[in-house]
């Protein structure tokens, strides 16, 4: 049975599983100016849906399945840049290992502009109402003094039970586009924390408010 999914502005799948694996050496994924290419996420999200099908005991690549962005997991309508990257990073990886992705943010009619000819959106009401999906992929992301936890899991979106789960970790270094160690003195919830010195506090996502 398909399961009938409304879409709302503030629909959000989100999950978390706790366990820990080891990403690949950082040094291997420099460039010639010292910092890591964006292409680390795709290499995250590569390896969580590597061990998601791995565990998998339900899905069939013929069941709809659709991708929910990464939230982070203290707030779970907390979305950023990196979690948007790996989003699509991971319905590329589903969709490359032969799984029938959905895409949930296809227009129902292409927008001509002088922009450009858009078909994409993120504007709820010019998607459509009911999308027929069996399955969502689901994750959080969690920060630590070194870097990321990422945390996802498959439900059957049915009965919301658990039929794959899976965790990655990257250090800083590896997603230096996205995360960057903490400064010296950073502020958290209106109070201002000073520590020895840079890096003993929690790692900052870069483009947020310090």
Sequence with gaps: MFKQMKLL??????????????????MSLQHEYGKPP??????????TVLELVLNNDALRPSQP???A????????????????????????????????????NVAEAMRITDAGNLLLSRDWRLLPG??????????????DIHGLQ????????????????AS?????QELGAY???????VSDKGLLYRYEQPGYGQVQMLGDRQ
């Design 130 to 143: 009911d999308v027929l999906v069996e399955y969502g992929l689901v994750s959080t992301m969690s920060l």
């Design 168 to 172: 990655a970790y990257a250090s800083y």
């Design 9 to 26: 502005p503030l629909l959000l799948l989100v999950g978390a599983c706790a366990a820990q694996t080891s990403g690949p050496d950082p």
């Design 65 to 67: 399945v659709v991708v």
């Design 69 to 104: 962005t990464p939230v982070m997991v203290g707030n779970m309508q907390d979305v950023n840049a990196l979690g948007q990257q790996l989003q699509q990073g991971m319905m590329a990886e589903l969709h490359n290992r032969h799984f029938n992705v959905v895409d949930v």
């Design 38 to 47: 964006r292409s680390a996420v795709n290499h995250l999200a590569s390896r």
């Design 150 to 165: 990422l945390n996802a899991r498959l439900i059957d979106l049915g009965n919301n039970r658990v039929v794959s789960a």
């Design 179 to 185: 995360l960057t160690a903490s400064q010296k003195v």
